[in-house]
């Protein structure tokens, strides 16, 4: 039903998590599952506790680093259980789930992370987006079983409602989309001396940052597009 749902943890710590992940899956009509370094997998307990969805586990796909899991021109979410300092555009997971299923010519990767510790900053720097869910003051991390049940209920449920929703979906652009027009810009900045060799990595960052921050459409980045292009031929003719 969500083949175009990629749901991916990243250094789960017990087997067992996996296999009740997959369960939570499968319940709500997910099959996609990719795992980044997994303490112990393939394993016993995982299937014990897949209950009836031991399929998604033999269809799992095992990466040895996030960004080889994260499939390409796919926008990739991000799950959190605290505020974090990365400067993530972010949504709720209602917004996340009305807009995939207003976008579902889309591709998404849904990334988790270790049971513990969550997904590391240099992790959050690989997506494109933040969820955080809400949870009691006093107790803010769910288990990670439950962190995607939350997830793939919400989605399954917005997209079984027959009302119409009235909600203005903004047509975002891809993560390659966006990297093609940092990587013009960059080297428009460097014809000009504004990027040099010793500020390009923090630049590039920066630049990463801000122009995630503003959650572009894609009309808006054919529009930075025109003015790079504006820009380089009057570079040109100077």
């Known amino acids: 039903m969500f083949e175009n749902i990629n749901i991916v943890l990243v250094n789960t710590s017990h087997p067992g998590n996996i296999g009740s992940v997959a369960r939570a899956m499968g319940v709500m009509g997910f099959n996609k599952l990719s795992l980044v370094n997994p303490k112990e997998f393939p394993s016993s307990h995982a299937d014990a506790l897949s209950v009836g969805c031991k399929n998604i586990l033999d269809h799992a796909n095992v990466y040895n680093s ?43 990767n849904i990334v988790f992370g270790n049971e513990r510790t969550g997904l590391t900053n240099d992790d959050l720097h690989q997506c494109d987006y933040l969820v955080n869910i809400e949870t009691h003051s006093t107790t803010s991390s769910l288990n990670l079983s439950a962190a995607v049940q939350l997830f793939t ?20 652009a891809t993560s390659k989309e966006r990297d093609y027009y940092y ?56």
């Open 153 to 172: 209920y919400q989605l399954f449920l917005t997209n079984n409602i027959k009302k119409k929703l009235n909600t203005s979906v903004k047509d975002l």
């Open 183 to 238: 990587s013009e810009l960059i080297s428009i900045l460097k014809d000009t001396g504004f990027v040099n060799d010793k500020n390009y990595k923090s630049l590039l960052k920066k630049i990463h940052i801000i122009f995630n921050k503003a959650m572009l459409e894609k009309d808006e980045i054919n529009i930075l597009h025109g003015m790079l292009a504006s820009i380089r031929k009057k570079l040109i003719v100077d």
């Open 66 to 108: 996030l960004s080889n899991a994260l499939e390409k021109n796919m926008i990739t979410v991000g799950f959190s259980a605290r505020d974090r300092k990365v400067p993530l555009p972010s949504m709720s997971l209602d917004d996340l789930a009305t807009y995939i299923k207003s976008n579902n010519s889309y591709t998404y």
